[in-house]
């Protein structure tokens, strides 16, 4: 057994034994995954996944970034480069590559959700390792082939009870339908994450606004037909499913400007000849666009900063996007927010949820915001952060001053289906321990412990994102 | 009951124990609370405190913004706007409102504080609710009438020692005069705190200026009349018991401009058309100035900094300031604060206390700081930080640069009376267990830690702020 | 006795009992100390000590900084100012100052250090206080006098396999060419560190680089010339056993010019009135250039950015540098070093270690560039952080993301030569508590602690520092 039921409890036995209490009475509830990266054609077309190699390590960016630190070249992985003829390798032979170096992974999350997938979903329990690794492969293709791990069955499995993806304004989201007319029970929800039509700096964004003024009709040469069409797409989103919207910027900058000038800035930004400070200065005044739209339409927000994104320059050359090399820098919220906030902050018919990757912004900056604001709620740590220590730090940065009850629940973040219960299953494990701390410390009831569980569990991302 | 003996201790038995130990000989210390915000009117008239609304929520930012973040108006809770009628709510109507959501506070410092005020100043022993919120109303209204809860037997029943205000260099200490000529034992002293006469951006600065030089007699149209009207107001709160001065400042900036470049700048600031740079560089000039009046008067020198004040403009514009809208930013301090310490940090008639609201500065900045220059001491956690998780988090990451004696003891920094015990009882509790844990891992041994937490609980106050 | 065997580890007793078995696996391992500050002198001429005072407590800015702060005079010390007549103080006076004051480094790693220098080195078990001090100082002055107390009796007693210095490209290494020479098997080696050479705000920059000329006969006065002559440098170093330079810049700002671009900007920096932006720019530049010869030559590469040096002017100007007046402040990495990664940090012929004064990058920054760049390692915590917390720290919030196998091992980088069994002593056993916990919480196999501990002890740090 790799797997200990005790895992992540404090090692104090009184502590211990509260958290095993504790868990018990949500280890078995429903996932509510409100915010993730599925690929929604999975749930729609039903299709076996290919291999394990495929499914586990080459979409994973924290598996492959690890093994690329210690010198494994992505192309020895599988990782097709954007141009010339694409690598041919074998998934079996990435995958002993993989094996052999599993122990890079000690102490790392990843550890934690690979093991929970190869014992509670494969039945292995043993430690992968070189000598297995032949063997655990071929175990795993084996199932991969079998109607049990079929997209649809897994959700079921799972016992997903709603799992969201995140998608262009620009998607048919003909994935998402197929999907609902399709009679399967499953809860697969878009999500509205416009970046690619409000950040000018992204890859083919005049490109994108034209294809959004195609299919909406809207005249997107005017700043207002450019806003209508954003609200056209956020419409047929809502009808699809989605409750929630997302924005990942560079930084947490908002704006106020007047209409006249916002509308003078989007033409410079329509022109194309826009220098970075204007494009800052736009993606900042369509947060609070956005946010205006969410008081409209009451699409939950979301704002995920941040994020250093292709710091490798020729990795990024050869192999694009989202390959280990997005690194997290300082944020800051407290001026960046205030124009947004002046605005939409005191309107309860807004509910804005902040993600960091600058943990010091817990205790000082993003707790104190949302202890005070009733548009705002903390999300859950992000990225990096999603980790044992980084849930406890979270918990214990921010609970002393924003509470339990402006937090909003667990996101999984992930395009690795099979890691979803682990996620969730060490987020319960990880507040549990927390909670078992205070009520051991006697900063907090053993009953009252009862119910912020269930809260923390389900309770708040229901409330939140309205689901 | 709703306290525990135990409570804050650590989970361990061992370390437990030894901080139960460690409790037992400083929990019966007087209070000795040298940084505050009390009324002194109540010491003056001890009068009865009109209600439990009045008394324990209406005063409190720590409660009624945690409220306010989830959709509670202000004005339900019965606080006035600054203009128009007043709110008219019924105390108890309030009262039920924070019971009902008296889970909010789950998980916070504010709950460990009101518990400890029901169960050992009002003797109710069961969890506040909306099932008890009537009775435990009517119950702490009846004893708010008796004699036990006038300010001066509260005072006595804490085994305060001694108690500061904090006061604007244009109070007459009325109050405080007519504590000191009562004949009553209490200390109640008053604090410098000068920001509204060095802070160009405050609220009627200019004509404040115009008063101190009315109250002094010195002419302030002058840099030279100007110090000399401080140094008088100085010599006044001296003569009424003040051993300290306080200042609250955007940041840590200070300058050591020459004579006639600083006297420049006043003829600038009091212009009335300087701009923000020049303000902020008043500011700086101004620690600087303070450092040397309290190198030549000895009062020990107080510096807040790092709080973005009023940062919500509705709230602020209907109801005014300490609303619970006032939010931490990132702090520097060592290039900030170079040019005063460069003129007075050798100089050891000098006790400047540096408090932060950014928790990174402790063991990146404060503690290296506190544990090279004579002059600099560490206050204790501030404001959101003054919890238990925030209090741990200061030794842990200050004791190893600056020991335990380039600290000052704890200050409870509360306007709310009956929360100063459960205060100053946590801080003792956590100092305990942070020492505990240290004795059960042979980092100090245990005898030393029984001098340590004496001088953690009374020496070290009495000798920073000279009580 | 005043050393606890189970000091450091856990109080929980499962976590201890787990810890104090990976410890005893590693607790005699040989100590690699690749990174120090040790007199490279005392090896080569193996003389005794003068006595306690000069060995312990005059070369120890830890200890000064700290009796410093609390009012005593760098003179009352012995300490020399640079001009004037020097102090002269009795060596015993200066030693019952620091016995007096020995409680002000209660909870500092000094007193772990000096406690286990005082009993492992010097048999005395008790702790150290006024009333055994001119004991002390006999017993101790006694024992440096005996052969077992020279320097090279010392290494060999201290288990160390290899202890490297740190030197100046103009010094000539006689005192390293002597050892070597001197048929005796200690391994002392020198460390490459350019910064006298390379940053031209150092005193005696411009005299430094005709003498790096005179040195290697490489014409100074052209870009290429200058590169030549640190090239030619680092050969020596080489030659005479250097594996690794060492550079300790205000920030970690690099840059990446063309090659015209940095001659013309070597020409100003040669012509003496460079502006500070230019130096700054010249030191980024110079990273690179280092970057890119440690790939040529196979050194590998350290970097100390974030010290804001001699920050008391006074201090600095009566008594020198390293008087315990260098603070830290925040640091970048993240963009700040894009330009050099962008050129060398895939290249897996360099191994570029980092280190940080500011602990929130090493979660936000430092774990996730060395989780992907293949040239990236971490520095173990430097400095105000090597102790029993920073170390936890470090731990706690670079492994989930950078994992063991990006760190390097532990840096003693010491002066202090009796403190490098301490330092190593304390670095291992707050690893085999943090592993103890990963291990009594289910996130790690115990089978994989004892394989981890062994990694971190020795074979992390022979790898990256190639010895």
């Not at 989605?242 to 033409?267: C, F």
């Not at 018919?349 to 000082?364: G, P, Q, V, Y």
Request: aromatic fraction near 10%; glycine fraction near 6%; include cysteine.
């Amino acid at each position: 057994m790799i797997l200990d039921p005790k895992r992540l409890f404090p090692a104090e036995s009184k502590a211990r034994s509260i958290a095993a209490k504790l868990y018990e009475t949500v280890r078995n509830l429903p996932i509510i995954s409100p915010h993730g990266h599925t690929d929604p054609r999975w749930f729609a077309e039903n299709e076996p996944f290919a291999n394990p190699t495929a499914l586990l390590i080459q979409p994973d960016h924290y598996i492959f970034r690890m093994l690329y630190s210690q010198g494994i070249s992505l192309e020895s992985l599988g990782i097709s480069p954007l141009h010339g003829t694409a690598a041919s390798v074998d998934p079996k032979e990435v995958w002993r590559i993989f094996a052999k170096n599993y122990y890079l992974f000690r102490g790392t999350p990843t550890r934690l959700w690979l093991d929970y997938s190869l014992e509670n979903q494969f039945g292995l329990t043993k430690r992968l390792s070189s000598e297995n690794a032949d063997e655990y492969y071929e175990v795993i293709a084996k199932k991969l082939q079998t109607a049990e791990f079929r997209p649809r069955s897994l959700y079921e499995q799972f016992n997903i009870e709603v799992l969201s993806t995140t998608d262009s304004p620009l998607d048919t989201l003909e994935y998402h339908k197929a999907t609902r007319e399709s009679g399967w029970r499953g809860r697969i929800l878009p999500t509205f994450r416009p970046d690619s039509l409000v950040d000018a700096d992204y890859i083919g964004f005049l490109d994108n606004i034209q294809k959004l003024g195609q299919i909406t009709g809207e005249d997107i040469g005017t700043w207002k037909g450019y806003l209508n069409a954003l609200r056209n797409r956020r419409a047929f989103f809502k009808s699809m499913g989605a409750t929630a919207t997302d924005q990942g910027h560079p930084t947490a900058l908002t704006a106020d400007l007047d209409p006249n000038a916002a509308a003078s800035l989007y033409t410079r930004i329509l022109s194309g000849r826009s220098v970075p400070e204007e494009q800052e200065l736009f993606r900042a005044q369509m947060l609070t666009e956005m946010a205006g739209m969410s008081v409209e339409d009451g699409l939950t927000m979301q704002l995920h900063p941040g994020s250093v994104r292709n710091h490798n320059r020729q990795l990024y050359e050869r192999f694009g996007r989202d390959k280990g090399a997005d690194i997290p820098s300082p944020t800051e919220y407290v001026r960046a927010l205030q124009p947004l906030l002046n605005r939409y902050g005191n309107d309860q018919r807004l509910t804005f949820i902040l993600f960091t990757l600058d943990e010091t912004t817990f205790s000082r900056e993003l707790a104190p915001l949302a202890g005070h604001y009733p548009a705002l709620k903390l999300g859950p740590p992000w990225w990096f952060h999603d980790s044992p220590e980084g849930m406890m730090r979270f918990r214990e940065q921010a609970t002393e001053t924003a509470g339990f009850y402006n937090t909003v629940g667990f996101n999984d973040d992930t395009r690795a289906l099979l890691s979803i219960p682990s996620r969730h299953d060490v987020a319960r494990r990880i507040d549990c321990a927390f909670l078992a701390r205070l009520v051991s410390e006697h900063r907090l009831d053993e009953e009252e412990a009862f119910e912020v569980i269930q809260d923390l569990t389900v309770n708040l991302v229901r409330k939140a994102y309205k689901l």
